[in-house]
């Protein structure tokens, strides 16, 4: 490090520069982050995703049904929503499966909400044809939330405040990629003992320009383990948590998600909760074992791994129920958490996570998508119609046999029915974020070319 100049010396992970470059680059970039693919969303925004989220929620209903109150909207509220895909692919998803339920007449009016702490991601939202309707329907609405700095949520067109004293019914929390891009700690064990784990700035450059496109090529991040000075944290069951990690651990590094930790206590304020989140990270405590240094997975932006056993350690010892795979997710780790509610058994949420997360869930569905993209060219239309039902339509699942299914369906027109319904279902849940996105013109000229009109 001698030829290069310090520029950020010793900081908690969770105080170091890197977490302001961060805030800036959304803050720059805007809706170009999601729009130009810079920032991933595709694992965590797509239709299959949001078809498993639909069913958590409607066996989470279920297992409230009796304290709900039919005169209080129910609000599901999607946290740093970036380009907005999930939420409008739950509303999708989930909408007629709340209208199947017998007792749907009994249940509250569901109000999606889009947040984001950048006003000029909102902007694109308020703004987007699709979303307006459903604005001008009731259904969704907008907010600024800042994970840094919660408070209550104003609600942009329906000007009502969301706020603990005001909710009548339970709150549901969506956070998709969302604690891998917020600041937390990292911490070692060494020979037994807990010691913090500080960061270091380096930089090549005489002068750092935060704004340079190259930014992260004229950094270098140098990690020094320091003993503690004192309990790390002010609440008490943070310390706790890691305190066990120190008894129970062999030699490591962690890092611990207080930031996002704040922020679900700010909701816990709230009645009830039920946080539905996915993002890589660690969900069991021997995933812990043998880590290194957290170094940022760069793409725009940059993310780290989710420490989700703590978040896990925290929502349990708060009371609260944890619903985590007993089984290693590579591709995505998805979770399920309730708050606020140690009464209820839960016995239909816990039905459905089993049957949408621990079986055939996101990371099944990833792990076998990425193969499976690979034989569309080589399928039988049957077997690729089987693969968009599995995908619940996923429009990127189509995108690889647009081209083949104009001759699949003359090959065999008995299924030109099938195919029809199928683009006609991508084509409603399709939020297109480009304005050059011709996905749907695609479609409509691949409609016109199977079914012509007379």
């Not at 969900?283 to 791994?305: D, K, R, V, W």
């Not at 925290?314 to 985590?324: D, H, K, L, N, W």
């Not at 590579?330 to 509610?341: E, G, K, M, P, R």
């Not at 569905?365 to 080589?378: C, M, T, V």
Request: aromatic share 10%; with cysteine.
């Amino acid at each position: 490090m001698n030829d290069k100049r310090l520029i950020d010396a010793d900081k908690p992970l969770s105080k170091s520069l890197i977490w302001h470059i961060q805030r800036a680059y959304f803050q720059k970039a805007g809706m170009q982050a999601w729009q130009d693919d810079i920032v991933p969303h595709t694992i965590s925004c797509n239709p299959f995703m949001a078809r498993a989220y639909g069913r958590l929620i409607v066996g989470y209903l279920q297992d409230c049904a009796a304290d709900l109150d039919p005169a209080e909207p129910l609000y599901i509220i999607e946290l740093g929503a970036g380009s907005g895909r999930l939420t409008h692919h739950l509303i999708y998803q989930l909408l007629p499966m709340l209208a199947d339920l017998a007792n749907f007449d009994q249940m509250p009016q569901v109000k999606f909400l889009l947040t984001d702490f950048t006003p000029d991601v909102i902007k694109f939202w308020q703004q987007h044809p699709k979303l307006q309707q459903l604005v001008a329907e009731g259904i969704l609405d907008f907010a600024l939330f800042d994970v840094e700095s919660p408070r209550h949520l104003r609600l942009l067109n329906g000007k009502t405040t969301i706020a603990p004293q005001n909710s009548g019914n339970p709150i549901v929390l969506l956070a998709n990629y969302f604690f891998d891009s917020i600041p937390q700690d990292s911490f070692v064990i060494e020979d037994g003992e807990l010691g913090a784990n500080l960061l270091s700035l380096y930089s090549g450059q005489p002068e750092l320009d935060l704004n340079a496109a190259d930014l992260w090529d004229q950094l270098s991040l140098a990690y020094e383990p320091l003993p503690l000075q004192g309990p790390p944290y002010e609440t008490a069951l943070y310390n706790d948590i890691l305190a066990d990690y120190e008894a129970q651990l062999p030699d490591t590094t962690l890092t611990f998600p207080h930031v996002g930790l704040d922020c679900l206590q700010y909701w816990m304020g709230f009645k009830e909760l039920l946080l539905l989140t996915a993002d890589r990270g660690y969900s069991h405590a021997e995933s812990l074992i043998g880590q290194g240094n957290p170094h940022p997975n760069l793409h725009g932006s940059f993310s780290m791994m989710v420490n989700y056993h703590a978040i896990t350690e925290f929502v349990e010892r708060s009371g609260g129920r944890a619903f985590v795979p007993p089984h290693y997710q590579d591709n995505v780790q998805t979770l399920a958490y309730v708050l606020n509610s140690a009464e209820k058994e839960l016995k239909a949420t816990e039905q459905a996570f089993e049957q949408s997360v621990v079986h055939n869930g996101p990371d099944d569905y990833f792990a076998l998508r990425q193969h499976l993209l690979k034989q569309i060219p080589e399928m039988a239309i049957d077997q690729f119609l089987s693969l968009m039902r599995w995908s619940a339509d996923e429009a990127d699942v189509l995108r690889p046999g647009l081209d083949h299914l104009a001759s699949w369906v003359e090959q065999e027109p008995a299924w030109q029915e099938d195919v029809l319904d199928m683009l006609e279902r991508v084509k409603a849940q399709y939020l297109a974020i480009r304005s050059d996105d011709d996905l749907i013109l695609k479609i409509d000229q691949l409609i016109d070319q199977i079914a012509p009109e007379e």
